[in-house]
C-alpha cells in the first residue's frame, strides 16, 4: 500500500523516533503533518525533513487541545502518536503525582489522540501507537513505564475490534539513540550504550530509523492489526 499523496499525522514528530519516521514518511511521498509542544523544534524538525511537511504545537496531556487540533485539520489517512513520557525509581518510593503524570502524556495522550482522530480516517487508514519492552522484560526501577506500555498494548488490541476496519498496532522500542538521553553526561551514555550493546543479541542499540522502518510497515501492510511489533535488538530476550 504506497504512502505516495497520503495524509500522515505524527503527534511527536519533531524529535528522535518520531522525527525519523516523519522523515521516512516524507520521502516515501506522504504529506506529513507533525505536532508537538515546542515550536522551536516544530520549526527545526520542518526544515530537516525533505518533503511536504507542516507543523502545529500541540499539549497531548490537555483533551480540549487534542479535540481540537483534529476538528481543524480534516481528514487523514494515518495517525502515528510516539508519545514518550517516564519516571524511574523503585515502587515504594516513587511519587504517585509522577506516575500519573506518566500516564496522561504516554496513556492518556494516545488514547485521546485514537478518539478523536479515528473519526477523520480514511478508509484503509491506520493508527500506530507506541509502548516499549519494560511491557514484556520486567526491569526493575521501570514500574511506571511497565504499567503505561502495557495498558497501551490492551489498548490497541481492543481498538483494533472497536475501530475495524481502521487498523490498530504498537510498536514497541526499545534502548534507542534518541534526545531522550541528552541530559545524561556524554561519558555516562556511552558508556550505558555500549554495556547494553554488548548484551544484546544485534550486538548494538537502536537508531531512530530501525523504529521508523517499522512504522512505515505497519502504515503500509493493510493485513496486519491488532499487534504488538518489539523493535528493541533482542532486549526482551536476555
Not at 37 to 59: F, P, W
Not at 78 to 104: C, I, K, N
Amino acid at each position: 500500500m504506497p504512502l505516495t499523496d497520503k495524509r500522515v499525522v505524527i503527534i511527536g514528530g519533531s524529535s528522535g523516533m518520531g522525527l525519523a519516521t516523519a522523515q521516512a514518511a516524507a520521502e516515501a511521498g506522504a504529506y506529513v503533518l507533525i505536532a508537538g509542544r515546542s515550536k522551536e523544534k516544530l520549526h527545526r524538525a520542518m526544515e530537516e525533513i525533505n518533503g511536504d511537511v507542516d507543523g502545529h504545537t500541540l499539549d497531548v496531556t490537555r483533551e480540549d487541545e487534542i479535540r481540537d487540533f483534529f476538528a481543524g485539520i480534516g481528514t487523514l489517512d494515518h495517525l502515528v502518536t510516539t508519545t514518550a513520557s517516564g519516571v524511574t525509581g523503585p515502587f515504594l518510593e516513587l511519587e504517585s503525582a509522577a506516575v500519573r503524570g506518566v500516564f496522561e502524556s504516554k496513556f492518556w495522550g494516545q488514547y485521546f489522540a485514537a478518539r478523536y482522530g479515528a473519526p477523520r480516517i480514511q478508509p484503509g487508514g491506520s493508527i500506530t501507537m507506541f509502548a516499549g519492552v519494560a511491557s514484556e522484560k520486567p526491569l526493575p526501577g521501570l514500574v511506571a513505564y511497565a504499567a503505561v506500555n502495557g495498558a497501551v498494548e490492551g489498548l490497541c488490541r481492543t481498538l483494533a475490534l472497536e475501530l475495524a476496519p481502521i487498523r490498530v498496532n504498537v510498536v514497541s522500542p526499545g534502548i534507542v539513540m534518541t534526545p531522550a538521553y541528552a541530559a545524561m553526561p556524554e561519558e555516562e551514555r556511552h558508556a550505558l550504550f555500549a554495556s547494553l550493546a554488548g548484551k544484546l543479541p544485534v550486538r548494538r542499540v537502536g537508531q531512530p530509523v530501525d523504529v521508523a522502518q517499522t512504522v512505515l510497515y505497519l502504515l503500509r501492510n493493510g493485513y496486519t492489526t491488532g499487534t504488538v511489533i518489539s523493535v528493541d535488538g533482542g532486549h526482551r530476550l536476555i
